[in-house]
């Protein structure tokens, strides 16, 4: 048993000697956090808000986060069929739920993040037919509504264009500005932001990404100017299987910790 683990340990640090376009940290002395992703279904900000509709609308406006309620012992607690059935029209994926382990780690200049994960099959949206995977990290900054609480979750809204009745809008956000960086796997990478609009270019961050797959696993590695906050709030999600538009899995809000308290504890090198 004891040399079955050293042999796993070696195999995740042989994936982190691949040449990489950025100076990346050694992972394999960075702690990983788990973070699950699932089927958000139709569950906008409008939803989200819904006093009727969401349980939890009092409690985010008492100031509680998603995660808070929702994610337990690094479990979530999620009625995931209903996700796949009553909340949305299309159904949901074979796989409603999965996990992502998170890294993180930093230097004078740079914020690295890395995820590794399995990318289920079994998707109900293939229409990206150009990447078989892609991986979302959003950070929200300060003037976002409910931006230590809600993840990605103020860029969501019923009138976009993937949703049943949506309209023509991309993610958009109400009040403040998220940071987007992006890696898909036909190799494109994206240092975008979400105003008013989602833009796929012209982000401050600097974001560069790396991605591969060994065996049936993904680890997408990505670097950023470094934030301002030692705090950083943030959200991933996950396309997988070809998904487009909301068919991702997603994540509640987290933090990284960058010499402070933080769901993922990002080390120092
Ligand atoms: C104060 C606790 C609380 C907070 C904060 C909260 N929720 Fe919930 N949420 C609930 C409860 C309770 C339910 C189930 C009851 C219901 O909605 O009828 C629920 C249901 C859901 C569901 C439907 C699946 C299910 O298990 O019924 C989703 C999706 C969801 N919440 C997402 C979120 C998101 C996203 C946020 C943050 C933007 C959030 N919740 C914040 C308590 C909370």
Known sequence: MRYALHAAAVLVGGLSLSPLAFAAPDWTSVPATTIHVFHPGVTPWEWIESKGKHGGSRGLSRGESCAGCHVENGEINVDLERMAGELDPKGGPAVRAFPVQVQAAYDAGQLYVRMSFKAPAGGIDKSDKDNAVKATVLFPNAEVPMAEQVGCWATCHQDARTMPDGKDKTK?????????????????????????????????????????????????????????????????????DHAAGRFHHVSFGHTIGLGAEGDVKAKKF
Do not use: C, N
């Open 172 to 240: 958009y956000t109400s009040a403040g500005a998220y940071e987007l960086m992006q890696w898909a796997s036909s190799g494109k990478v994206a240092d975008g932001s979400i105003t008013d609009q989602r833009r796929m270019e012209g982000g401050q961050a600097g974001v560069k990404a790396e991605g591969a797959k060994q065996g049936d696993t993904w680890t997408v590695t990505f670097s950023r100017k470094l934030p301002a906050s030692p705090t950083v709030h943030f959200g991933i999600a996950v396309h997988a």
